[in-house]
């Protein structure tokens, strides 16, 4: 039984987010029962995406909806409130809420008070001044960028076999992809598959035409699979004819022309950039405490350093990693890590409702597999090194384990069975970027979007 009516505001539907709120939910089912508990989650999207699964998703393989879980289907105990937490007094216990609603009433951001806290909004991608980038640049973090790219990709190719200019054909066919982490090598990985097999339906394009280059800052690439598998991945992408730069960075990507820090300059159309991601902006409009880094100091129970009732996992959070040799170690932020904490956080706050123990997170780091394309993988799990088609399928195995709920384990699994059966889908959708550039011209209107005169495209 819980000593008071507890309010708890989870902010983020991410992974943490969502599994917190989701094991809450149970927990906590006689309480919400007898109103004595209230469950409320902020996010901007009304659904969780599963990360790891953009790549495939981008590549064909996977249908996007089957990449994002709903959260009012999956939190149904839950109240979901669809929109940005711009600030948190703590002190005050309420956070400043914007939604659809207040954009449209114009009265600003509404008060939310509650009695315990989950700050989970994850991360957001890390960018460096670089000219041109903000212009010509592509994300990699959400499904949106993930099927836009895809569809951006299969344009260029239409480009390039549709014109004359060599200028432009060379263009078209050159994707830069800035970042030797798992979003930058897996979502290359997968797309260079699929716009090798596209090629076969071009008259006039072939895959060898096309220019793959990874831009990476540091001298390796996939950190997390360790120092030998990170080389056989270089050598693996070279072998498929990527041009793979280590220690190099991108200096501008103005008027279409990606310029490295080697010298090497590439006019090209397809800028992705997967170089990292940093805390996101509403912890800095907090009064809670935070790392170098920006992100929240807390302690081995998940709770925020210094303060009650608040707290934090996943990529916002800065928890000790107990497991550790070395003191003063923090847990990576990744989804590895990130479900386990939602978990223990979960079960840290009903043990404060009802005045129990807390519990200490700890879990030593298992390993990571990664994915280069279709069967082609590789993987670091509990020491032993793996790669080729067996880290492939582990990869595989173990996303569709970790991907929430049995409805999307059936759907994923049914969509890569047919996939083995039946030939890729090659089709760009762009217009999907712009559903209403078609009517607004045959309305006389002028449909806003970059560049004009191409209403149907993503480009």
């Not at 460096?128 to 951006?152: C, S």
């Not at 595989?396 to 759907?411: E, I, M």
Request: charged share 25%; aromatic share 6%.
């Amino acid at each position: 039984m819980v000593k008071e009516r507890a309010r708890i505001l989870v902010v983020g539907g991410g992974y943490v987010g969502m599994y917190t709120a989701l094991r809450l939910q149970r927990r906590l089912k006689r309480e919400l029962d007898r109103d004595e508990a209230e469950i409320t989650v902020v996010t901007p999207d009304p659904y969780m995406t599963y990360q790891p699964f953009l790549p495939e998703a981008a590549a064909g393989a996977i249908s996007p909806r089957h990449v994002v879980v709903p959260l009012r289907r999956v939190l149904g105990r839950c109240r979901i409130v669809i929109g940005e937490a711009t600030a948190v007094d703590h002190a005050k216990r309420t956070a400043t809420v914007t939604t659809l609603a207040t954009e449209e009433e114009g009265t600003g951001g509404r008060q939310l008070p509650y009695d315990h806290l989950v700050l989970a909004p994850g991360s957001v991608s890390r960018t460096l001044p670089v000219p041109g980038l903000a212009d010509h640049g592509i994300g990699f973090k959400t499904v949106e960028e993930a099927i836009g790219l895809r569809n951006h990709v299969i344009e260029q190719m239409d480009i390039a076999s549709s014109t004359r200019d060599p200028a432009i054909r060379d263009a078209a066919l050159t994707f830069v992809f800035v970042g030797g982490g798992y979003a930058g090598v897996e979502a290359l990985g997968e797309l260079e598959d699929m716009a090798r097999y596209a090629a076969r339906y071009y008259h006039n394009v072939r895959p060898e035409d096309m220019k793959w280059i990874l831009v990476e800052a540091s001298d390796r690439i996939l950190p997390e699979v360790g120092e030998e598998m990170g080389r056989y991945t270089v050598t693996e992408l070279r072998r498929r004819n990527i041009d793979v730069r280590l220690r190099t960075r991108l200096e501008s990507c103005a008027d279409r022309v990606a310029v490295l820090s080697d010298g090497a300059r590439f006019p090209t159309r397809t800028v992705v950039w997967t170089a990292g991601v940093k805390p996101h902006p509403v912890l800095a409009a907090t009064d809670l405490p935070r790392t170098d880094r920006g992100r929240l100091r807390c302690t081995p129970h998940l709770s925020v350093e210094g303060t009650t009732r608040a707290w934090a996992a996943g990529d916002a959070a800065a928890v000790p990693d107990v497991t550790a040799a070395e003191p003063g170690r923090t847990c990576a932020p990744n989804a590895q890590h990130a479900l386990r904490q939602s978990k223990v956080l979960a079960d840290n706050i009903v043990h404060t409702l009802r005045g129990e123990p807390l519990e200490t997170y700890e879990h030593a780091y298992a390993g990571s597999v990664a994915s280069l394309g279709l069967h082609k993988g590789v993987a670091h799990v509990y020491g032993r090194k793996i790669k080729g088609y067996p880290a492939w399928f582990m990869h595989r195995a173990y996303h569709l384990s970790r991907v929430p709920t049995f409805n999307r384990k059936a759907r994923v699994l049914a969509e890569w069975t047919l996939a083995g059966l039946f030939k890729r889908e090659i089709v760009s959708l762009g217009s999907l970027e712009h559903p209403r550039a078609e009517f607004e011209l045959a309305a006389g209107g002028k449909p806003s979007q970059d560049p004009p005169g191409n209403p149907k495209g993503s480009s």
